[in-house]
């Protein structure tokens, strides 16, 4: 890296520097202003605080079981050679039931959700729950109305002052008694956490419909999977009372357990209803038989007949006992059948009968699995729903073909039978012998056998439904219970203070560079850096109504920086070869304040000791006499007009230094621009050349005349004065425009009026060099801490 671009790189980052530092010294002179908005948001933010309902948080958390995926053994697993007892769970399933509105209506509704208490306190109500000092039972006209209502009562040992929700009185009523409303009525009565602190004080009781607070709660409550390797289930609910909240949690699990349970009983509650159904039927028809029996043994006067034919029937056993097998499941394919003939399609088929055919028992557990996952999405569904649609769909499948599988199972049921049936035809061939009784007899006798084997079957059936009922658990496993650490989660008084702290410094902030955006005004170097013009120095904002400032012994700050200028100007004409200097001081526009610089800067170079001349060359809006406070005299115009005039007759000398000539504008002309042409001009120029080592001219505004253009010629050096917070930065154009033609020569631009207090321009203090603030010469003001800090950074 050569030279120039180490230097280059040095310049940038003292300029990003400087910039930086500049903009703080800006925004820290408004520092009353950071203070007022520091005080402000933080009252704000106490103020939130103070009026927002603190919210808790409580959490709890449980285990979705599955055989599958889980891990923990379940507590039926003793029961599943029953078949009944077999589920499969699905853990997002479980989320989408937990946030049903079913469950929370239940939770509503058991808890009293709708009906909510407050305490008068200061500055907010404080919600009461469990230790309500009262309890407001409401009953409805009908199933028609809706509750909702909004009263105050002022609470008394006996009774309380009924009032409306602004607080005009209504009646005074006692605990128990009822109150109409449009909806129904209400009852008031004391609770066991009435005490006498509630006397005489003011509450407000707040019913509304179960619907609003089923939609409240489910919109604050959330329900998520505690990680993605694992059936548990995370339950999160916000709520002013971390009870109520918890109580709200655990109750809406409890309500999730008793519906899983529901569902899962519905299996085993159908087919206990079916078997016991056909149990009264078969008892009627045992005993039908049983009697029929002890008839026959009666009129014909028997006893053991069947003692007499053992050797015979012994060989028939087999026959006999396959024929009552056959006939049992025959019967029992038979109720299946009328079973499914007068089933509507909308309930479970029972199960596990004992049939033969596996693939009968396989279709019905595959036909309930069905209809129970059918279920349990209409509860939150509707019947034009498309998975309950496609479920219904391969419903209707299912059943038809159980149906068929039925049918088929009973023809073969028929042919074995028959079959049995002539076997054992064969054998009553061999037993002719056996009397007519016998043979009698055992036909009554096998229909009573068939009769009580199929009763005991069922009985049997029965007790293995009942069992499983019975041993019924949850899908839930209760982890850890609703719990609250007591710590408030809403609003964060951290976050709360920590944001007002950030508006209350950033707000200022944004507003003043806005401000800075919006502003046009010059107000420092900067805005003549932007358009690459030479910068001379800047002049602090005076207060004093006295324009000549510049005096012998004096060192104010003003009285520096116009020395400072001076040197600055001396090093400006070093680059003119003329060895007595003119210098011409303009602006863009009136009022910036070029006399004043014209005027004081002469004083300045004359207490240099050396001889000034001060010519005035705005003619048509003169200052200097006035700021001198001289009357007005002959100058200039004058001695352009009237030959006899010489320039030793309209010159004067001022009262602060001998070596301080001034040639005033003189009489104000009708043709200002004429005059400024007229040769003489040059002659005066000449003259003043000649005999001055500096001339000062104070000329006109640049932007509003062509005057000052016209007698460009005579300049070595140009000082363009712009006024701090007067001069719009666009006209800036002109004089960058009439440098770049080199229409003034050597042309520098000087701040007036520089507020070093905001941050613009530089300060000038006791000695030499530039400083923010300034000491004076022992009667100027201490410089700021924070400037004198800004300072040394």
């Known amino acids: 890296m050569n030279n120039d671009q180490l230097n280059y790189n040095n310049t940038a980052e003292e300029a990003r520097e400087g910039s930086i530092k500049d903009t703080m010294v800006r925004y820290l002179f408004h520092w009353k202003w950071f203070v007022l908005s520091l005080v402000v948001s933080l009252t704000i933010g106490f103020v939130y605080l103070r009026y927002q309902t603190p919210l808790y948080e409580v959490s709890a958390r449980i285990l979705i079981k599955d055989d599958k995926n889980g891990g923990v053994l379940s507590e039926t697993s003793a029961f599943e050679d029953l078949g009944i007892l077999k589920t499969n769970k699905n853990l997002e399933n479980e989320i989408e039931i937990l946030r049903s509105r079913a469950l929370m209506t239940l939770v509503a509704k058991e808890l009293n959700l709708n009906v909510n208490y407050f305490v008068k306190g200061r500055p907010l109500e404080h919600e009461r729950f469990f230790d309500s000092p009262i309890l407001a039972s409401y009953f409805l006209k009908d199933s028609g109305y809706v509750p909702n209502g909004n009263w105050q009562i002022i609470v008394g040992e006996t009774g309380f002052d009924l009032l409306s929700a602004d607080g005009d009185f209504i009646s005074k009523k006692n605990y128990g008694d009822n109150i109409e409303t449009d909806f129904g009525k209400i009852v008031i009565t004391k609770t066991p956490f009435f005490s006498n602190y509630y006397?005489?004080?003011?509450?407000?009781?707040?019913?509304?419909?179960?619907?609003?607070?089923?939609?409240?709660?489910?919109?604050?409550?959330?329900?998520?999977?505690?990680?993605?390797?694992?059936?548990?289930?995370?339950?999160?609910?916000?709520?002013?009372?971390?009870?109520?909240?918890?109580?709200?949690?655990?109750?809406?699990?409890?309500?999730?357990?008793?519906?899983?349970?529901?569902?899962?009983?519905?299996?085993?509650?159908?087919?206990?209803?079916?078997?016991?159904?056909?149990?009264?039927?078969?008892?009627?028809?045992?005993?039908?038989?049983?009697?029929?029996?002890?008839?026959?043994?009666?009129?014909?006067?028997?006893?053991?007949?069947?003692?007499?034919?053992?050797?015979?029937?012994?060989?028939?056993?087999?026959?006999?006992?396959?024929?009552?097998?056959?006939?049992?499941?025959?019967?029992?394919?038979?109720?299946?059948?009328?079973?499914?003939?007068?089933?509507?399609?909308?309930?479970?088929?029972?199960?596990?009968?004992?049939?033969?055919?596996?693939?009968?028992?396989?279709?019905?557990?595959?036909?309930?699995?069905?209809?129970?996952?059918?279920?349990?999405?209409?509860?939150?569904?509707?019947?034009?729903?498309?998975?309950?649609?496609?479920?219904?769909?391969?419903?209707?499948e299912l059943k038809i073909g159980i149906k068929n599988a039925l049918i088929n199972l009973k023809n073969a049921l028929k042919i074995k039978l028959r079959d049995l049936e002539r076997k054992e035809a064969e054998i009553n061939s061999k037993i002719t012998s056996v009397p007519k009784y016998e043979r009698e007899f055992r036909l009554i006798q096998r229909q009573q056998q068939i009769k009580e084997q199929l009763y005991l079957y069922l009985l049997q059936k029965r007790e293995e439904t009942n069992i499983a009922l019975a041993v019924t658990v949850a899908n839930a496993k209760i982890i850890d219970k609703a719990y609250s650490d007591g710590s408030q989660v809403a609003p964060k008084k951290k976050m709360v203070y920590l944001s007002s702290l950030m508006i209350g410094f950033v707000l200022p902030i944004l507003i003043f560079y806005f401000l800075d955006l919006l502003d046009t005004k010059v107000h420092g170097k900067k805005e003549i850096d932007d358009f690459k013009l030479a910068y001379l120095g800047d002049i602090p904002e005076t207060k004093d109504k006295n324009k000549l400032i510049v005096v012998e012994n004096v060192r104010s700050n003003m009285a520096e920086a116009f020395r400072i200028l001076r040197s600055n100007l001396e090093f400006l004409n070093n680059k003119t070869p003329s060895k007595n200097k003119i210098v011409f001081v303009t602006s863009t526009i009136g009022k910036e304040g070029k006399s004043f610089i014209s005027l004081n800067l002469s004083a300045t170079i004359a207490l240099a000791n050396k001889r000034v001349l001060l010519i005035g060359t705005d003619l048509r809006n003169p200052k200097l006499l006035q700021y001198m406070n001289l009357e007005k005299r002959q100058g200039l115009s004058n001695l352009i007009v009237n030959q006899e005039l010489s320039i030793k007759d309209v010159i004067f000398s001022s009262d602060t230094s001998s070596s301080f000539d001034i040639l005033p504008s003189g009489t104000i002309p009708p043709n200002p621009s004429e005059l400024l042409m007229h040769s003489r001009v040059k002659q005066i120029f000449d003259y003043a050349r000649e005999n001055y080592d500096i001339t000062i001219v104070d000329t006109a505004p640049i932007g509003l005349v062509a005057d000052t253009l016209l007698i460009s010629q005579y300049a070595d050096s140009t000082i363009f004065v712009a006024r701090a917070g007067y001069l719009d930065k666009r006209l800036l154009r002109i004089v960058d425009s009439l440098n770049r033609e080199n229409r003034l020569p050597n042309l520098a631009c000087l701040i007036n009026g520089a507020n070093y207090k905001k941050g613009y321009g530089y300060g000038y203090g006791y000695g030499y060099g530039y400083g923010y603030g300034g000491y004076g010469y022992g009667h100027e003001k201490e410089i700021p801490l924070w400037k004198r800090l800004m300072k040394a950074w």
């Open 199 to 396: 006397l005489n004080k003011k509450m407000r009781i707040l019913i509304y419909p179960i619907d609003v607070a089923v939609d409240n709660y489910l919109g604050a409550i959330s329900i998520y999977p505690t990680n993605k390797n694992s059936n548990a289930i995370t339950i999160t609910l916000r709520d002013p009372i971390a009870d109520k909240a918890a109580a709200i949690v655990d109750n809406l699990i409890k309500q999730h357990n008793l519906d899983a349970i529901a569902d899962k009983n519905q299996v085993s509650k159908n087919t206990a209803n079916f078997i016991s159904e056909r149990i009264n039927f078969i008892t009627g028809e045992l005993n039908i038989v049983e009697e029929e029996a002890q008839n026959y043994k009666s009129k014909n006067k028997l006893t053991d007949i069947e003692s007499e034919a053992k050797l015979f029937l012994t060989s028939g056993d087999l026959a006999n006992t396959g024929y009552l097998q056959t006939s049992t499941e025959l019967s029992v394919a038979d109720f299946m059948l009328d079973y499914l003939g007068k089933s509507a399609g909308n309930e479970l088929i029972p199960a596990n009968l004992g049939l033969s055919d596996v693939s009968i028992a396989t279709q019905i557990n595959e036909y309930n699995k069905l209809w129970l996952e059918k279920n349990r999405i209409q509860k939150n569904s509707t019947e034009k729903n498309p998975v309950v649609e496609s479920l219904n769909q391969q419903l209707n």
